[in-house]
T-cell receptor
Framework: DAKTTQPPSMDCAEGRAANLPCNHS???????VYWYRQIHSQGPQYIIHGLKNNETNEMASLIITEDRKSSTLILPHATLRDTAVYYC???????????FGTGTSLTVIP | GAGVSQSPSNKVTEKGKDVELRCDPISGHTALYWYRQRLGQGLEFLIYFQGNSAPDKSGLPSDRFSAERTGESVSTLTIQRTQQEDSAVYLCASSVRDSSYEQYFGPGTRLTVT
């Protein structure tokens, strides 16, 4: 399975957009990109996933580059409750394993 | 509705003892996963159950680790002869069908081996 690379930490001002990058340069054609987040002392929470096209839901937007080697998770209006570790994961469409890595620790600042 | 539950929430055990961790998935979810999360690290996949298929055990770190699931219900993760490096939070997740679907995580069991 492809591995992902994320910055270890980021800050974002409350109310501003948080843009979290992820590199997955070895991704293959059938591998999906998933984003989860983990708020301190809780289990991870699903955010969004995509294959090729950009995706948007009530929580976030996922922008995947045309070559699919990187993606960006966008939280359009960050709140203090968005402070968490954000994991970018690639998963083979027929596989069972998710490789969470160490993620990006996002701190939303008042 | 009820989410994924795990018990106990905390477990302290002496090195060399066996421990059993329990996971109750969301009703109707056929897929169940176990992960381990060491302090300050990401999640490590341990094992995956899908319906009545043979489980994917490829993430189990040693033969001291085993897991069972009866049908589409409760799962238990057993660690025999615990070691200090087994100290971690053990997370269980379930999904409605297979791993292409959103995983719902439980709160985890914090295991401390002294």
């Amino acid at each position: 399975d492809a591995k992902t690379t994320q910055p270890p930490s980021m800050d974002c001002a409350e109310g501003r957009a948080a843009n979290l990058p992820c590199n997955h340069s070895t991704i293959s054609g059938n591998e999906y990109v998933y984003w989860y987040r983990q708020i301190h002392s809780q289990g991870p929470q699903y955010i969004i996933h995509g294959l090729k096209n950009n995706e948007t839901n009530e929580m976030a937007s996922l922008i995947i580059t045309e070559d699919r080697k990187s993606s960006t998770l966008i939280l359009p209006h960050a709140t203090l409750r968005d402070t968490a570790v954000y994991y970018c994961i690639v998963r083979v469409s027929t596989g069972n394993q998710f490789y969470f890595g160490t993620g990006t620790s996002l701190t939303v600042i008042p | 509705g009820a989410g994924v539950s795990q018990s106990p929430s905390n477990k302290v055990t002496e090195k060399g003892k066996d421990v059993e961790l329990r996971c109750d998935p969301i009703s109707g979810h056929t897929a169940l996963y176990w992960y381990r999360q060491r302090l300050g690290q990401g999640l490590e996949f341990l094992i995956y159950f899908q319906g009545n298929s043979a489980p994917d055990k490829s993430g189990l770190p040693s033969d001291r680790f085993s897991a069972e699931r009866t049908g589409e219900s409760v799962s238990t993760l057993t660690i025999q002869r615990t070691q200090q490096e087994d100290s971690a939070v053990y997370l269980c997740a379930s999904s409605v069908r297979d791993s292409s679907y959103e995983q719902y995580f439980g709160p985890g069991t914090r295991l401390t081996v002294t």
